[in-house]
């Protein structure tokens, strides 16, 4: 059984290369959404005509990306989000909500710090965990049923 994964949010470290990586051998498709910084910002008035206000600028790029975003997520089995420690993700929160509204399967990866604020959507979450090895693990019993050793 393929499992489609969706990898969502903080976009500043190596989790997904992590996850990813520690899945070898599963029967998983993973995707993601644009992570260079730059393109995703700019890929609006790159291809429809720059902009003058940061806000259009902004709105006309976000508008492209979600076009990926809502294709991959709705073709997902499984969407994890990662919230990091640096930034605040309004996006990924925004993906997590729309996840759980199209009833997929969503796993949350946070630092313990974030519980508090994050206490609605972690609710909404069928796990959240705390690594990316978690996630993996996560991703291997639910494929395979084997549970992890040691």
């Known amino acids: ?16 290369e992590q996850i990813i990586a520690g899945a070898e051998g599963l029967d998983v498709v993973f995707s993601a959404p644009n992570t260079d910084h730059a393109s ?12 003058d ?7 006309k790029g976000a508008q ?3 076009i990926r975003t809502r294709k991959l997520i709705e ?4 969407v994890v989000v990662r ?3 640096k930034y605040r993700q309004w996006n990924a929160a925004f993906d997590a909500g729309y996840a759980s509204a199209l009833g997929k399967s969503l796993i949350i990866l946070q630092q313990p710090e974030h ?5 609605e959507v972690d609710a909404a979450a ?4 705390r690594t990316p090895e978690q996630v993996v693990q996560i991703l291997r019993y639910v494929q395979t049923g084997d549970l992890p050793v040691g």
């Not at 069928?126 to 965990?129: H, I, P, Q, R």
Request: aromatic share 12%; hydrophobic share 45%.
């Open 1 to 16: 059984m393929t499992f489609h994964v969706y990898l969502s949010g903080e976009i500043h470290t190596d989790w997904r």
């Open 40 to 51: 995703s910002d700019d890929c609006g008035v790159a291809i429809l005509g720059a902009e």
């Open 53 to 59: 206000n940061k806000f259009w600028h902004d709105h």
């Open 64 to 66: 492209m990306n979600a």
């Open 75 to 78: 073709e997902a089995d499984v």
């Open 83 to 85: 919230f990091g420690e």
């Open 115 to 119: 519980d508090h604020p994050l206490k």
């Open 126 to 129: 069928l796990a959240v965990a």
